[in-house]
């Protein structure tokens, strides 16, 4: 779309004269998809962040063995559709897995590998104490929680695992940005499956220098992944934070391909 412009928000006229507006076409919608199950996923399944779970909590009894009188397993059941009958009038997206055909063993693989952020285990050792089990999907944390004021417990519980993981994936991203101020050491980041910041003169006849060199030099390296391509780098954004340490100084920094002078750190990594 050409000419999309909006009255600019920062004029104090009467007629406040009009900008064009900044547009992206990148296919965000599902690209966040891929890259929130590749950050937060492991070997189990999918992990899912609670705010964009489909069922944010599942409730599983437990404890239901041969040795339980019809009435003990009665109590323990109405206590599952009660706290989700609770759960739900809270506004929390939530399940009572009440299948009689599945040991809680296999509800445990069924919700884990869809990524439920929080499980509540009831049985009759829980009844007892008034309490339920809650199990977090993302670092697998046990915790008996008093039924007293559940729902407020539940919903502070799944912002912090919110914030949590939101927390433990900038510390990965930051970890796998890299500032790389010689041509000799951008192909070997890249190989450690790190992000490239580096001086750049952004001129397009560079950024494809940049990609036949990164391609042909990487050919030499034998990467760690059988599956990792070896393909050349591509420039991702000019980020509006650019490094302070070291900073691009106007006619002296260069561009890390050609020499030529650098105007700002560019991020470039390669597409998988």
């Not at 992990?47 to 599983?60: C, F, H, N, S």
């Not at 009831?122 to 999907?137: A, E, F, N, Q």
Request: one cysteine or more; glycine letters at 6%; aromatic letters at 4%.
């Amino acid at each position: 779309m050409f000419n999309v412009v909006v009255e600019d928000p920062e004029s104090t006229g009467a007629e406040r004269p009009k900008i064009h507006v900044h547009q992206t076409s990148w296919g965000l919608s599902t690209r966040t998809i891929g890259v929130m199950v590749m950050v937060h996923g492991d070997d189990k399944g999918l992990v899912l962040p609670p705010r964009v779970a489909e069922t944010q909590v599942v409730i599983i009894p437990c404890g239901l063995t041969s040795r339980l009188s019809e009435e003990e397993r009665r109590h323990v059941t109405d206590a599952c559709l009660n706290i989700e009958a609770r759960l739900k009038m809270a506004g929390i997206r939530v399940e009572a897995d009440m299948r009689d055909t599945y040991t809680p063993g296999n509800k445990f693989n069924h919700w884990e590998i869809r990524g439920a952020p929080l499980r509540l285990e009831i049985g009759p050792m829980d009844l007892k104490k008034d309490s339920v089990t809650t199990v977090r999907r993302d670092n697998s944390a046990r915790e008996s929680v008093s039924m007293q004021n559940l729902e407020d417990t539940i919903k502070l519980l799944l912002i912090k695992i919110q914030n949590e993981m939101l927390a433990r994936a900038r510390v990965t991203l930051e970890e796998r940005v890299k500032i790389v101020l010689k041509w000799e050491d951008f192909v070997p980041t890249l190989n450690d499956k790190c992000l490239t910041l580096i001086p750049w003169c952004e001129r397009e006849e560079c950024e494809e220098q940049i990609k036949d060199r990164s391609s042909r030099d990487s050919q030499g390296d034998e990467p760690e992944d059988e599956k990792a391509p070896s393909m050349g780098a591509k420039s991702l954004c000019l980020p509006f934070k650019q490094p302070e340490n070291p900073a691009i100084v106007p006619g002296e920094t260069k561009c890390v391909q050609c020499g030529e002078n650098a105007k700002r750190y560019a991020l470039f990594g390669r597409s998988y």
